[in-house]
């Protein structure tokens, strides 16, 4: 596996400035050589010019951010980071890979969670190169192979978890997101670290339901939700009876048998529990006519 080698070539302001003077004094020679009719000053005068070309090719630019990978005829040579005019051997070449940080959204893909639903899932993805050698020589387009690796293991992940966990103590794509954004960034860290990317965030940007079972479950959920409000409601509507009935019993204030009590308990619950206001019903008699 190709790594990294850092170099940091010389700076390229006196190849310049050598440059620029070569390139005068080789026009010199050839005008001088011309009125002269000298024939070896304009040979020198060429050879001058044609020797400051080749100078010229060693020069390039790092930007900040940037890196600029060095090849000599297919052989790695090193890595400049160091931002500026620099210089190097004029046959080297001087591939650029940009080191800013980069995000994208991947494609809403369709994939069945671990119960087996359709949903549409999709994330975006922060990332940035970190190795120039690696993601030059290791993948063919590292540019394209992260897009391609993110959906890949964004696919992988939904398998794993259900879309939501329908109240049981499980891990949920709806439910618990930090922790599935967590999870598919180490994925996506396993899988691109050979492509030296190093992947700073990963995020479900959107979880839905497929289109074929949307309404079906959305039915479940409103469902699911009337049963909880339910459950929340006949809890608190007995604590309350229980309530009343112990500071009934507390203060002495009225003697029940039980089938008052149970007349009492019936009578609270239906009110309390009710979806609709009760009627109340003045008895005058008793209990018992």
Same mark, same amino acid.
Request: aromatic fraction near 6%.
């Given at each position: @596996?190709?790594? /990294?080698?850092?170099?940091?070539?010389?700076?390229? $302001?006196?190849?310049?400035?050598?440059?620029?003077?070569?390139?005068?004094?080789?026009?010199?020679?050839?005008?001088?050589?011309?009125?002269? /009719?000298?024939?070896?000053?304009?040979?020198?005068?060429?050879?001058?010019?044609?020797?400051?070309?080749?100078?010229?090719?060693?020069?390039?630019?790092?930007?900040?951010?940037?890196?600029?990978?060095?090849?000599? %005829?297919?052989?790695?040579?090193?890595?400049?980071?160091?931002?500026?005019?620099?210089? &190097?051997?004029? %046959?080297?070449?001087?591939?650029?890979?940009?080191?800013?940080?980069?995000?994208?959204?991947?494609?809403?893909?369709?994939?069945?969670?671990?119960?087996?639903?359709?949903?549409? +899932?999709?994330?975006?993805?922060?990332?940035?190169?970190? /190795?120039?050698?690696? &993601?030059?020589?290791?993948?063919?387009?590292?540019?394209?192979?992260?897009?391609?690796?993110?959906?890949?293991?964004?696919?992988?992940?939904?398998?794993? $978890?259900?879309?939501?966990?329908?109240?049981?103590? !499980?891990?949920?794509?709806?439910?618990?997101?930090?922790?599935?954004?967590?999870?598919?960034?180490?994925?996506?860290?396993?899988?691109?670290?050979?492509?030296?990317?190093?992947? +700073?965030?990963?995020?479900?940007?959107?979880?839905?339901?497929?289109?074929?079972?949307?309404?079906?479950?959305?039915?479940?959920?409103?469902?699911?939700?009337? !049963?909880?409000?339910?459950?929340?409601?006949?809890?608190?509507? !007995?604590? @309350?009876? /229980? @309530?009343?009935?112990?500071?009934?019993?507390?203060?002495?204030?009225?003697?029940?048998?039980?089938?008052?009590?149970? &007349? @009492?308990?019936?009578?609270?619950?239906?009110?309390?529990?009710?979806?609709?206001?009760?009627?109340?019903?003045?008895?005058?008699?008793?209990? $018992?006519?």
């Amino acid at each position: @596996m190709v790594k /990294d080698i850092m170099r940091t070539p010389g700076s390229g $302001y006196p190849v310049l400035a050598l440059y620029i003077t070569t390139c005068l004094l080789g026009l010199a020679g050839l005008i001088v050589s011309a009125r002269a /009719d000298v024939v070896w000053g304009a040979v020198l005068g060429l050879l001058a010019m044609t020797g400051s070309l080749v100078m010229l090719c060693g020069l390039f630019v790092v930007n900040p951010n940037e890196s600029r990978v060095l090849q000599l %005829f297919g052989r790695y040579v090193g890595t400049v980071v160091e931002p500026g005019l620099r210089y &190097a051997n004029p %046959f080297f070449s001087k591939a650029k890979i940009s080191l800013r940080v980069r995000n994208f959204e991947t494609n809403k893909v369709k994939v069945n969670d671990s119960h087996g639903n359709p949903v549409e +899932i999709a994330a975006v993805v922060v990332w940035q190169v970190v /190795d120039s050698a690696e &993601a030059l020589f290791e993948v063919d387009d590292y540019s394209n192979y992260v897009h391609v690796q993110s959906e890949s293991a964004l696919r992988n992940l939904a398998t794993g $978890y259900p879309y939501d966990s329908h109240g049981e103590d !499980v891990t949920s794509l709806s439910g618990d997101t930090a922790v599935v954004g967590q999870r598919l960034q180490e994925e996506l860290h396993e899988r691109l670290d050979k492509a030296g990317v190093r992947v +700073i965030e990963a995020r479900i940007s959107h979880l839905a339901y497929a289109q074929e079972i949307a309404a079906a479950m959305l039915q479940r959920q409103q469902a699911a939700a009337v !049963v909880a409000a339910r459950t929340q409601i006949v809890e608190g509507a !007995v604590g @309350m009876v /229980d @309530m009343a009935l112990a500071k009934l019993s507390e203060k002495g204030i009225v003697n029940l048998d039980e089938e008052r009590k149970a &007349a @009492m308990v019936s009578n609270l619950l239906v009110v309390l529990c009710s979806d609709r206001h009760t009627q109340p019903v003045v008895n005058t008699g008793t209990l $018992y006519n």
